[in-house]
């Protein structure tokens, strides 16, 4: 069987971590490698403490996303990759490619990269090389505004955009209150243990004793 290179993106979200459980659960199989991969954003002032504190906070995060892994008790190799990139995705994109993965798995949101990389690719799976899955959970609320800085209008979940990436949906799975079966109350559990003795036996035999 032909180890396969599963990247999953880590950010500091529940619907990222809801899709590496899923990956876990779903895709996973042994003897597959698994990237946790962190891309932080550059910052402008390039300043090398403030760096430093980003990559040490994505670290973190990372190995919270493999505690998730170690807690599924799943036997597989993981690896963790931190490192300094854009909001674009393009420092993701090299990455896969450098990492060579045959799967890439993304917790979909309003702000995910994937959109991002759609208005400037015509084909995501082309530029990446490997498949996409996109996990969403199902959100009904509204998608949050725009700032007043950027002009930049990313598409909504439900876009008529051709996305050529595959959307898996989840929810939250909700196990009813199962009441406890009743367990019938027993008098006497053992019949036998039972000594029963009719009560005009003495009579009887009182009465065959005085006339005699």
């Known amino acids: 069987m032909d180890v396969r290179k599963i990247v999953v993106v880590v950010e500091d979200l529940d619907v990222s971590r809801n899709a590496l459980q899923w990956s876990l659960h779903n895709l996973l199989r042994y003897g597959d490698l ?12 390039r300043n090398k403490k403030k760096a430093r504190l980003l990559r040490l906070q994505g670290y973190q995060l990372a190995l919270s996303f493999k505690e998730i892994c170690n807690s599924n008790f799943f036997n597989t190799n993981i690896e963790m990759v931190v490192t300094e990139g854009d909001q674009e995705g393009r420092k993701i994109v090299a ?3 450098e990492i060579g993965a045959s799967v890439l798995v993304v917790g979909l949101h309003h702000q995910s990269f994937l959109y991002r990389l759609a208005l400037g ?8 090389s490997c498949r996409v899955l996109a996990i969403k ?4 609320s509204p998608p ?11 598409p909504p979940l439900d876009s008529s955009t051709t996305m050529d990436f595959s959307q898996i949906e989840i929810s939250g799975l909700h196990v009813p209150d199962i009441p406890p079966p009743k367990i019938p109350y027993r008098i ?25």
């Not at 690719?121 to 530029?127: G, K, V, Y």
């Not at 949050?144 to 990313?154: D, G, H, Q, S």
């Open 34 to 45: 698994l990237t946790l991969l962190h891309v932080f954003t550059a910052t402008k002032s």
């Open 95 to 97: 990455m896969v490619r």
């Open 121 to 128: 690719h015509d084909n995501i799976a082309n530029s990446l």
């Open 137 to 140: 959970q199902p959100d009904l």
């Open 144 to 154: 949050p505004p725009l700032r007043a800085k950027t002009r930049e209008r990313l």
């Open 188 to 212: 006497c559990p053992s019949p036998s243990a039972i000594i029963w003795r009719p009560r005009g036996s003495r009579k009887k035999k009182s009465c065959s004793n005085g006339g005699a």
